[in-house]
């Protein structure tokens, strides 16, 4: 038995579920999200329960998709009603972020500025120097806060570049004063 999957997910009031044959859609008061569903994966509805369940719970691979797909179902419903939020800081002498729509422009060291669109649906917020993205989908906003991580990493000797808000960058010593100068 699968020990998240089993788990029924509670539909607050406000949203709306809906599932035909091969698909799921969510809808709330932050937008619509839809998800495939496996052919070997079921979804019953109970009132405002949704129960998940796979045809061979004994398979290993259908135990995963069970697990797995109760949770994608349950974030989009947390999603919808609250969202999901990631946190970046940008570190270093003269490194800057902007937003103006849904694009946003970073100063990060380089000879240029860097412009990053935004995916359709998430908002990002700038308040001094971190970054918040925001959207209902927690895979894009997972998603696009790595891609905005990527374009300056954070180095181990200063620490300048983009990191996560909760990350712990370990930092390296330098270069050690020549010896018997």
């Given at each position: ?20 044959g ?9 937008g ?115 891609e ?34």
């Amino acid at each position: 038995m699968s020990r998240i999957g089993k788990q029924p997910i509670v539909i607050p009031s406000g949203v709306e579920v809906t599932v035909d044959g091969g698909e799921i859609r969510v809808k709330g008061p932050l937008g619509q999200l839809s998800q495939e569903i496996h052919r070997h994966v079921t979804i019953t509805r109970d009132g405002d329960t949704l129960t998940v369940t796979v045809k061979n719970p004994d398979e290993k691979s259908q135990r995963s998709l069970w697990g797995l797909y109760r949770r994608l179902i349950g974030n989009m419903v947390t999603g919808v009603t609250m969202g999901f939020s990631r946190q970046l800081e940008v570190n270093g002498v003269g490194y800057r972020a902007a937003v103006s729509g849904n694009t946003l422009t970073l100063q990060l060291g380089y000879s240029h500025p860097v412009v990053y669109t935004l995916r359709e649906g998430l908002k990002a917020t700038i308040d001094k120097n971190v970054i918040t993205i925001t959207g209902s989908d927690k895979q894009q906003v997972g998603q696009t806060a790595a891609e905005i991580r990527l374009l300056r990493k954070p180095e181990p000797y200063k620490g300048k570049g983009i990191k996560y808000s909760d990350e712990v960058i370990r930092r390296k010593a330098g270069k050690a004063a020549a010896k018997g100068a």
